[in-house]
């Protein structure tokens, strides 16, 4: 009966970072929506929207404390508990950068683009794929899809090398327009931080079912 009960709560933490991976996943819809379309509202619904993240971390978390120091889990147990804290740890960081891309919004509110952005929307588009797709590989327990959703972090770091060399080149160019050219240059940067996150959580699914520790970061 006991085990049923531990059983059942662990699934329920579960479902908590699901939920929590889905709000993660809307804020990083939402930021590249207000930045593309320069929509102040949206922005700063998605700065106002961290909160949420930041209380399904801290709530996760506790769950974690309580189920560690009441139930008296087994080794396996365990490391599903340490997995888990870790990887809201990632999920609340990426939350993160969606907000310091809102802020980039903000901060161009003023201007208009110099280049129809292409790069960014594309790497963002691969990023949200990554998190429901890491997501699903460590509640499914799944070693394969998890080193095959590594494999997409190349993608995003092709494409931020891509806009880096594109965004020198223009600064070169147009002096005037460098803050705004810098500043998407951040915006790339954020994204490609995010997905090196999305690689740690698929690193924690990886360690929940072999109990090896990978770097899968290079």
């Known amino acids: 009966m006991l085990r049923s009960k531990f059983d059942y709560e662990l699934s329920e ?6 939920r929590m991976g889905s709000v993660v996943e809307k804020q990083i819809h939402q930021c590249i929506e207000a930045l593309i379309n320069q929509d102040i509202k949206i922005a700063k619904e998605t700065i ?3 909160d949420l993240v930041d209380n399904l971390q801290k709530e996760i978390e506790n769950k974690c404390i309580r189920l560690t120091a ?3 889990p087994i080794a396996t147990d365990l490391r599903i508990i340490f997995t888990t804290s870790k990887l809201v740890t990632d999920l ?3 939350a ?10 903000l901060r161009l509110e003023n201007e208009k683009y110099e280049r129809k952005l292409i790069y960014i929307p ?6 949200n794929k990554m998190i429901k797709r890491a997501l699903d590989a460590y509640v499914d327990r799944n070693v394969e899809e998890a080193y095959e959703v590594c494999k997409m972090d190349d993608e995003v770091d092709k494409l931020y090398k891509s806009v880096f060399k594109e965004m020198l080149e223009l600064m070169n160019k147009d002096k005037s327009k460098i803050n705004q050219f810098a500043q998407l240059l951040f915006v ?6 995010i997905a090196d996150h999305v690689t740690n959580i698929c690193e924690e699914a990886i360690y929940l079912v072999t109990g090896e520790q990978k770097d899968l970061n290079e």
């Open 122 to 127: 594309q790497m963002a588009e691969i990023i």
């Open 92 to 94: 609340e960081r990426i």
């Open 96 to 105: 993160d950068h969606a907000v310091d891309i809102a802020k980039v919004t």
């Open 48 to 50: 106002k929207n961290d």
């Open 13 to 18: 933490m579960h479902n908590d970072v699901l």
């Open 70 to 72: 009441r139930e008296q």
């Open 188 to 193: 790339c940067k954020y994204l490609e931080r």
